[in-house]
């Protein structure tokens, strides 16, 4: 089992409100992810870093945000959450090599009413 | 760019049967291919790779993949099929277009094993 977690497992919130989805890893890795698995299971890259203060957008446009002041956590911010943020949240990371597997938490999983 | 396809969405298969679930690929270059299994309500969980080497690669929980050049495929196998296997499977390349080597992962395959 990975030594990665994410907090909280499930949320349920009202339109407007600001949210943060909690994502640590205690391995060491540079490389942290953020996916969205939507209801039909496929999954979108929306944010990655290569180590401290890197962030940079992945393939699915996302207007949350993501910060990563420490190696080991790389929390995701919605500022203003709206219905069709309801999905599910799966934070990952990696050793930099080349070939190095995905090692991905338990999810978020998000319902925004 | 980088992308693989798994072209069924859900496969059926009795308990003790062998089992195999289907990818197919497109790259340029040398792929790195990757098998994640999903269990409800969890993440991803990485069961084998290929990178370079055997054609055949084995990994956890028995599974095993089977790479074709020719055929540009990668197959996901079980000799024999367990319960405890019914689960979502997604097929995984590495993108070498990028700096950062990112997975781009297919759409899934959940796999039924009955009793």
Not at chain 1, 10 to 21: C, E, N, P, S
Not at chain 1, 73 to 79: D, R
Not at chain 1, 86 to 104: D, K, N, V
Request: hydrophobic share 30%; proline share 5%.
């Amino acid at each position: 089992e990975a030594d990665i977690y994410q907090t909280p497992r499930y949320l349920v919130i009202g339109t407007g409100k600001k949210i943060t989805l909690e994502c640590s890893q205690t391995m060491g890795h540079d490389k942290m992810y953020w996916y969205q698995q939507d209801p039909g299971m496929e999954l979108h890259l929306i944010h990655y870093s290569y180590g401290v203060n890197s962030t940079e957008k992945g393939d699915l446009s996302s207007e949350s945000t993501v910060s990563r002041i420490r190696t080991e956590h790389f929390p995701l911010t919605l500022e203003s959450a709206r219905p069709s943020h309801t999905s599910q949240y799966l934070c990952a990371s990696s050793h930099r090599e080349y070939g190095s597997p995905l090692h991905f938490g338990n999810g978020t999983r998000l319902t925004v009413t | 760019a980088q992308s693989v396809a798994q072209p069924e969405d859900q496969v059926n298969v009795a308990e003790g049967n062998p089992l195999t679930v289907k990818c197919t690929y497109s790259v340029s270059g040398n792929p790195y291919l990757f098998w994640y299994v999903q269990y409800p309500n969890r993440g991803l969980q990485f069961l084998l790779k290929y990178i370079t080497g055997d054609n055949l690669v084995k990994g956890s929980y028995g599974f095993e993949a089977e790479f074709n050049k020719s055929q540009t495929s990668f197959h996901l196998k079980k000799p024999s099929a367990l319960v405890s296997d019914s689960a979502l499977y997604f097929c995984a390349v590495r993108d070498i277009d990028t700096g950062f080597q990112k997975l781009v992962f297919g759409t899934g395959t959940r796999l039924l094993v009955s009793p």
